[in-house]
């Protein structure tokens, strides 16, 4: 069963500009991840945040954890047209149970 | 990074045929495959769990019957649609977890169905 709760569903913004993806859940987790999926392909993996971090980055992406509130931010800085894709959150509650994904958000940038 | 590779990358298939799905881990041993079903425009559907040497566990409303997971070795699991029909077109998804660094999952690149 789904956990993750994406806001928003879809978001469009120019180029340059950035974006922020939010991520709600319900149980306690070992650690969040993000992907990234281009239209009809595979995931991507982009970061793993775990339940004691708070926050995260690579290159353009930050990611944030509030376990307090179940929730977690992906944060694009400086976006790009390449960014154009469906982000997923993806839970996992300890070591060996699979990933719950959460709804995802279509993100639209416009050169 | 680790590899998982499925085959085939997209299968059309006539509706009663059966398909079958393989996901294989290339450079690594994997004690457990997931088993994922992505309809267009919605997100990852965990089916099963697929475990080395045992049955799959199969998540609630998943048909055991209809999609028959075998996990004969440590690099191999089967995906086998049986008896497919149309509302079975979809994306699936197979993921593995490194027995050595059990956090990370990787996935592979997809299978799409086609039931005409």
Redesign the interface.
């Known amino acids: 069963s789904q956990q993750g709760e994406e806001d928003p569903q879809a978001l469009s913004i120019q180029e340059g500009e950035n974006a922020t993806m939010n991520c709600s859940y319900k149980t306690s987790i070992n650690n969040l991840q993000w992907y990234r999926q281009n239209s009809g392909r595979g995931l991507v993996h982009l970061i793993l945040i775990r339940s004691n971090e708070r926050e995260k980055h690579s290159g353009r992406l930050r990611v944030t954890l509030d376990t307090s509130k179940k929730s977690s931010s992906l944060l694009i800085t400086a976006s790009r047209a390449a960014d154009t894709a469906s982000y997923f959150c993806a839970t996992e509650r300890s070591g060996n149970t699979p990933l719950v994904f959460g709804k995802g958000t279509r993100l639209s940038v416009i050169a | 990074g680790a590899v998982v590779s499925q085959h085939p990358s997209r299968v059309i298939c006539k509706s009663g045929t059966s398909v079958k799905i393989e996901c294989r881990s290339l450079d690594f041993q994997a004690t457990?495959m997931?088993w994922?079903r992505q309809f267009p425009?919605?997100?990852?559907?965990?089916m099963a769990?697929s475990n080395e040497g045992s049955k799959a566990t199969y998540?609630?409303g998943v048909e055991k019957d209809k999609f028959l997971i075998n996990h004969a070795s440590l690099t191999l699991s089967t995906l086998t649609v049986t008896s497919a029909h149309p509302e079975d077109s979809s994306?699936y998804?197979c993921?593995a977890?490194d027995l050595t660094t059990?956090?990370?999952?990787y996935?592979?690149?997809?299978t799409?169905l086609l039931v005409l």
Request: net charge positive; aromatic share 16%.
């Open positions: 457990t997931f994922y425009k919605q997100s990852l559907m965990l769990t998540e609630q994306f998804i993921s977890r059990k956090e990370t999952q996935f592979g690149p997809g799409r």
